[in-house]
T-cell receptor, first 115, second 109 residues
């Protein structure tokens, strides 16, 4: 297992376009998290899933953002009508719950640049 | 609301000197505290967590509930310690992580 995998690594798009990112968690992990990191800041929580159920969404997740995990494996994060302020690194992490000894494992992230 | 504060954005230390990266938190319940590290061109990875009470790569961190601090320490810095360090807090029973803004540690040869 290569760990958490995210695709694409980089995405450049024009303002107003829709973008979709994919995250493949570690195979036996049932929890999957999305974070956003802007320059000079630490990662900020966006949302998380347990299997296919989305259990919590941050107020940072506006109605232009939607995340899915349809089969409890990979997840997608879609941003509609992108804005300049959406430029950030989008990080995915996974963990095994309720195994409290397992920390969250992070992927390399998808860097989004809005022109 | 929970919050993690890392007062130093940048910290430079000579090789062989002691290192201390500061972390303070605010949270009303019983938090779990972590230190994550990101080396150049690598992904964010866990360094240590307070419940493990381990020393990883020579680093230790003690949770001080009275001072609401979780400072990261190492007695003798090594060049390979140069990295970005993030302190993070997790609610008991909720695995969402709240991160500080990070400290970039540079070890001077």
């Amino acid at each position: 297992d290569t760990g958490v995998s995210q695709d694409p690594r980089h995405k450049i798009t024009k303002r107003g376009q829709n973008v979709t990112f994919r995250c493949d968690p570690i195979s036996e992990h049932n929890r999957l998290y999305w974070y956003r990191q802007t320059l000079g800041q630490g990662p900020e929580f966006l949302t998380y899933f347990q299997n296919e159920a989305q259990l919590e969404k941050s107020r940072l997740l506006s109605d232009r953002f939607s995340a899915e995990r349809p089969k409890g494996s990979f997840s997608t994060l879609e941003i509609q009508r992108t804005e300049q302020g959406d430029s950030a690194m989008y990080l995915c992490a996974s963990s095994s719950w309720p195994d409290s000894n397992q920390p969250q494992h992070f992927g390399d992230g998808t860097r989004l640049s809005i022109l | 609301a929970q919050r993690v504060t890392q007062p130093e954005k940048l910290l430079s230390v000579f090789k062989g000197a002691p290192v201390e990266l500061k972390c303070n938190y605010s949270y009303s319940g019983s938090p779990e505290l972590f230190w994550y590290v990101q080396y150049s061109r690598q992904r964010l990875q866990l360094l240590l967590r307070h419940i493990s009470r381990e020393s990883i790569k020579g680093f230790t961190a003690d949770l001080n509930k009275g001072e609401t601090s979780f400072h990261l320490k190492k007695p003798f810095a090594q060049e390979e310690d140069s990295a970005m360090y993030y302190c993070a807090l997790q609610n008991f029973g909720n695995e969402k992580l709240t991160f500080g803004t990070g400290t970039r540690l540079t070890i001077i040869p």
